[in-house]
């Protein structure tokens, strides 16, 4: 069945730039209704500026670690759904929200390793525990985690958030089973390389910033086609999404196919 997106309210967290701003561009190209979500306001209303029908979306702007500010930041997005006459209800929830890492796992502290955990990991759990009793109340909705290439396989200076990433996979399919008679959809996003801010933002063994660009980040996909096949999978009803590039995508094969084989190369490779 073909997804009418005019009917649909998404939420979107990390909407402020990179693959939360090019899905909200794509997903208000389609017709859907936006809540535009992430730390910074100005950002956020710079987005909603580019979004078809930007009269129609709302921003919530929040920090996505506090919990008192998440359960905050959902009481606002359904007011400001009612403010402007719209139904209240959040038929999608994509949880984009995250930042990555770039240091070995020696050079990493525990607080850096915590840190990540949280946001990428507790902080979207928390969101789509909020949201889920009013979706299944209503009948049914879609839950979307975004998780990473390195959420299936590790590869060296990402190991506390490819490990987040797994986990947020992991919860995904359990969820996906539970909610299964209660008309719930679980989707997971696995981004290969993307050219976004990623790598800049990313933290380091002592939570600075790296603050540089990866080589591989720079001849990733674009944001754009990122979201045009995210969206068109998730459309039709993909559960298990794989958005990259031919190595990466080779890489989940072999990992599947021949895991020791894919570790044998991984070492001998330079990530970046």
Not at 25 to 51: H, M, P, W, Y
Not at 158 to 173: E, L, Q, S
Request: hydrophobic share 40%; aromatic share 6%.
């Amino acid at each position: 069945m073909k997804t009418n997106f005019k009917t649909l309210t998404i939420w979107i967290t990390g909407a402020s730039s990179g693959l939360g701003e090019a899905l909200a561009l794509q997903f208000a190209k389609q017709g859907a209704t936006l809540i535009l979500s992430g730390r910074n306001r100005d950002k956020l209303e710079a987005v909603k500026s580019q979004c078809k029908n930007s009269h129609t979306h709302v921003i919530v702007d929040f920090d996505i670690l506090d919990e008192q500010q998440t359960k905050e930041a959902y009481l606002l997005a359904k007011s400001q759904l009612a403010a402007q006459g719209q139904a209240v209800k959040i038929d999608w929830l994509i949880n984009n929200a995250g930042v990555s890492q770039r240091s070995l796992i020696m050079d990493t502290t525990e607080e850096v390793e915590r840190k990540l955990m949280e946001i990428d990991y507790f902080a979207q759990t928390r969101l789509t525990r909020l949201v889920l009793p009013d979706m299944i109340a209503k009948g049914g909705g879609k839950i979307v985690m975004v998780s990473s290439v390195a959420g299936l396989l590790g590869t060296q200076y990402r190991g506390a958030y490819g490990a987040a990433k797994a986990a947020i996979h992991m919860w995904a399919n359990s969820l996906r089973a539970e909610l299964s008679d209660k008309q719930i959809t679980v989707a997971t996003i696995f981004p290969g390389f993307i050219q976004t801010q990623v790598s800049i933002n990313a933290l380091t063994g002592d939570g600075s910033t790296q603050g540089t660009m990866d080589e591989a980040t720079d001849k990733g996909l674009t944001a754009k086609a990122f979201a045009k096949q995210t969206v068109k999978a998730l459309a039709g009803g993909e559960e298990y999404i794989i958005v990259a590039g031919q190595k990466e995508k080779l890489a989940t094969l072999m990992n599947r196919l021949s895991p020791s084989k894919l570790y044998k190369i991984i070492r001998g490779v330079k990530v970046t």
